[in-house]
Nanobody, 124 residues
């Protein structure tokens, strides 16, 4: 069983930056690929970024490429999402998710564990 806890959300002006953290329990964190997803009010959940268990492979949604960076520190059991050049369209609840394989995926249904989410609000 893996438990995920997100932090780092908040209110920021357009063009600003935030760094989200996802702290995981469990001794085999490096065995889990991890992804970030987001859901805005009235919209479906969408993929943001994912990273392999080793950190060597990353995937990004086209909407965040060049602005967001996913990384992980397996010694700290933590995955990060650095978000730069934020836009009002990035406003959403951001969720961290883990899947019981080292390979990352952009499909939310393939993830086994989810955090409770952290709110990100970008004002114009």
């Amino acid at each position: 069983q893996v438990q995920l806890v997100e932090s780092g959300g908040g209110l920021v002006q357009a063009g600003g930056s935030l760094r989200l953290s996802c702290a995981a329990s469990g001794r085999t964190f490096s065995s889990y690929a991890t992804g970030w997803f987001r859901q805005a009010p009235g919209k479906e959940r969408e993929f943001v970024a994912a990273i392999s268990g080793s950190g060597s492979t990353t995937y990004y949604a086209d909407s965040v490429k060049g602005r967001f960076t996913i990384s992980r520190d397996n010694a700290k059991n933590t995955v990060y999402l650095q978000m730069n050049s934020l836009k009002p369209d990035d406003t959403a609840v951001y969720y961290c998710a883990g899947r019981s394989t080292r390979s990352p995926s952009g499909h939310g249904g393939s993830y086994d564990y989810w955090g409770q989410g952290t709110q990100v609000t970008v004002s114009s």
